[in-house]
């Protein structure tokens, strides 16, 4: 799995690109908590993941997200996550995981309206 | 009707192996390409299972899976492991409702692959834990 990531003003966004399966996970949780490292000299105001490259999500890809929504948590970082494509939005949706993580439409949502809930 | 077989090491590394196996009899059968998500997600949870609890020191268990149907509008999944006795539908519904820093983060997997097939069943065959997932394709 690819991920890239834009760094705006007040937030970064992060685009994880293809299957965030067992094989894609840790090294995506790695990129993540480098976000909220105490050894980032300028940590974002925002993390927002912008799914709309994402085809598939394993449990085990649903782990990095939870994690990382606890990093930022802990960082006093808001955390979103937007553009979920049909086939992520229902893993999302079954586990539970749309009520536990700020789920958004659209980017532009997510930066506008930050941590809040849909 | 259309049926397909492989059988790898519960390793990891056999994971896309084991998901180019499914993409094959995808292609092969000429089913929705859409309608494989739920499969591809089935095979990862319960593969990694095996591969996570079903090892012992010295003792890696083989997995076999077999893909069946097509024709009839349902495919049916069957995950065999000659690993120790473990029934993954014995494991117990994850608390969906517990907030951001008490949710627990394992125990997930089995739970979206209930959700998503039509009938899972666990059967316990001499040496052999066998999963038998079904699924009607829509349309």
Redesign the interface.
Known sequence: MNVRLERLDRATVVIPEGRL???AAADFQKQLEGLFSSATPTPPGAVIIDCGSLE?V???G??VF??G??AA?KAGVAFAVCSLKP?VR??FD???FS???AVHPDRATALGQGPGRT | MMERRTRVPAD?KQ??VL?LFLQDFWTAAALAP?AM?PF??AL??IF?NVVMHGSEPGRTPWVEVTLDGGAAGSVTMTVEDDGPQFDPLSLPTPD??????R?P??G??V??VR??MDAVSYQRIGTLNQLRMVKTLAG
Do not use: T
């Not at chain 2, 969906?96 to 820093?101: P, Q, T």
């Open positions: 399966d067992f094989d598939y394993s449990s085990a649903l782990r939870l994690l929504a606890r948590q086939a229902e893993v079954l586990s539970g009520r536990v993580l | 990891p994971l896309a998901n859409a998500q591809e997600l990862e949870e990694m969906l409702s517990a907030g951001l820093d949710r983060v394992g997930l997997g739970f979206l959700q998503m």
